[in-house]
């Protein structure tokens, strides 16, 4: 059986021998995979060569700040995400409705919805009420995660069952988590 592991591995070996390359290489076996859980936490996460190295790094235009963080810390806290989100009642299939601009939490979600199996509706922070009906209204949204400058806009949007998450709040905001 060859797994997607072990594809990988041989080309890497082989990435200067064309000719050994395609005449070894094999498909990986089909078999379900979870890059999330498969590959970034079991590979990337746990394996001395990488889990410390930069698996994000964000640089804020305005401010010059920057922001790391490792395989290992995003493994650790994407799973927290992933166990608080499952507790929310998200499973897979269900679909998550993700408005954050490019910050940690944003890459912990998307990691975490990826372990779940839960559908990411991408939007960006420029999108009107209006907008944002529609996106919960055509993508089904069962759940959104939004940052607190967000909130206002999902005034009277979405049914009772939708779960409203905001991330790096300072305040209370009523009926979200």
Same mark, same amino acid.
């Given at each position: 059986?060859?797994?997607?592991?072990?594809?990988?591995?041989?080309?890497?070996?082989?990435?200067?021998?064309?000719?050994?390359?395609?005449?070894?290489?094999?498909?990986?076996?089909?078999?379900?995979?979870?890059?999330?859980?498969?590959?970034?936490?079991?590979?990337?996460?746990?394996?001395? #060569?990488?889990? &410390? %190295?930069?698996?994000?790094?964000? $640089?804020? !235009?305005?401010?010059?700040?920057?922001? *790391?963080?490792?395989?290992?810390?995003?493994?650790?806290?994407?799973?927290?995400?992933?166990?608080?989100?499952?507790?929310?009642?998200?499973?897979?299939?269900?679909?998550?409705?993700?408005?954050?601009?490019?910050?940690?939490?944003?890459?912990?979600?998307?990691?975490?919805?990826?372990?779940?199996?839960?559908?990411?509706?991408?939007?960006?922070?420029?999108?009107?009420?209006?907008?944002?009906? #529609?996106?919960? &209204? %055509?993508?089904?949204?069962?759940? $959104?995660? !939004?940052?607190?400058?967000?909130?206002? *806009?999902?005034?009277?949007?979405?049914?009772?069952?939708?779960?409203?998450?905001?991330?790096?709040?300072?305040?209370?905001?009523?009926?979200?988590?």
């Amino acid at each position: 059986m060859t797994t997607f592991q072990d594809a990988r591995a041989f080309l890497l070996k082989h990435r200067t021998d064309y000719d050994a390359a395609v005449k070894g290489f094999r498909w990986p076996d089909p078999v379900p995979f979870n890059w999330a859980l498969d590959w970034f936490d079991a590979e990337l996460a746990h394996n001395a #060569d990488s889990r &410390d %190295r930069p698996a994000l790094w964000i $640089v804020d !235009a305005a401010s010059g700040n920057e922001t *790391k963080r490792s395989f290992a810390e995003l493994s650790r806290r994407s799973n927290q995400v992933a166990n608080f989100l499952r507790a929310q009642g998200l499973k897979r299939g269900d679909h998550l409705l993700l408005l954050l601009g490019n910050v940690v939490p944003l890459w912990e979600t998307m990691l975490a919805a990826m372990k779940l199996g839960v559908v990411v509706i991408p939007a960006t922070t420029l999108l009107t009420a209006d907008e944002l009906r #529609d996106r919960l &209204d %055509r993508g089904k949204a069962k759940a $959104v995660v !939004a940052t607190q400058d967000q909130v206002a *806009k999902f005034a009277g949007l979405g049914a009772g069952n939708l779960s409203r998450i905001v991330v790096g709040a300072t305040q209370t905001h009523e009926g979200w988590l």
